[in-house]
């Protein structure tokens, strides 16, 4: 079946303890993205990748770091998780031969940082 | 400034009631897209539909359709005869050639469907 993955779904941390979020897609997609939900806010980009080694900041990138080492692999990092980066995250990824606005994404992961 | 507003933060209707959620959106670009995405209380993101710039028929699919307004840079979404299962956040989303396509989202609109 064709899908993006994320783990975990849900995570409750404290401020300061590094995690990652993972990210995995199996449809060979070139294109990954990482968003984040906040209310009244939307969805706000991170980062994005599209391709292997090739990441780009999104609309609010600070505080997060990412890695594109394979296609189908893109965790996103937060070394010194705050409070103000509890949300819910998204991560998507496009299929190849299509523009990067036809996006497939993830069950999302909802995070808490106390 | 704002690329993509929906207005309306939170709607109520009783079921059966037709129910319409504004989109408007800004852009210069002459190659674009939008899109409506819902998002029901489970949280995963659904996809309705894509329309582009350049095709300003209006859709319907099933219960749901699509205006799409070059003249008032509006997309809006009508459900007719609401239904409790359609209660979600819907978020409506632009895309430019001028941004790489990246995806612009609106901040969403609450829908309760009450029986």
């Known amino acids: 079946e064709a899908q993006v993955t994320q783990n975990p779904r849900y995570l409750i941390t404290v401020t300061g303890k590094k995690l990652t979020v993972t990210c995995s897609q199996n449809?060979?997609?070139?294109?990954m993205s990482w968003y984040r939900q906040d209310p009244g806010l939307g969805l706000r980009q991170i980062y994005y990748s599209m391709n292997v080694e090739v990441t780009d900041k999104g609309d609010v990138p600070e505080g997060y770091k990412v890695s594109r080492k394979e296609k189908r692999n893109f965790p996103l990092i937060l070394e010194s998780p705050s409070p103000n980066q509890t949300s819910l995250y998204f991560c998507?990824?496009?299929?190849?031969?299509?523009?990067?606005?036809?996006?497939?994404f993830g069950p999302g992961t909802r995070l808490t940082v106390l | 400034a704002q690329k993509v507003t929906q207005a309306q933060t939170e709607i109520s209707v009783v079921e059966k009631e037709d129910v319409t959620l504004d989109c408007v959106y800004e852009?210069?670009?002459?190659?674009?897209?939008l899109f409506w995405y819902k998002q029901p209380p489970s949280g995963e993101l659904v996809f309705l539909i894509r329309r582009n710039s350049f095709d300003e028929q209006n859709e319907i699919s099933g219960r749901y359709s699509w205006n799409f307004q070059k003249s008032t840079s509006s997309f809006n979404f009508t459900i007719t005869a609401s239904q409790v299962v359609d209660s979600a956040v819907y978020f409506c989303?632009?895309?430019?050639?001028?941004?790489?396509?990246?995806?612009?989202w609106g901040a969403g609109t609450k829908l309760i469907i009450k029986p």
């Open positions: 449809m060979n997609h070139e294109y």
């Open positions: 852009t210069r670009d002459t190659t674009y897209y």
């Open positions: 989303a632009l895309s430019e050639a001028d941004s790489n396509y990246q995806l612009i």
């Open positions: 998507a990824s496009s299929s190849p031969g299509l523009r990067v606005d036809e996006q497939f």
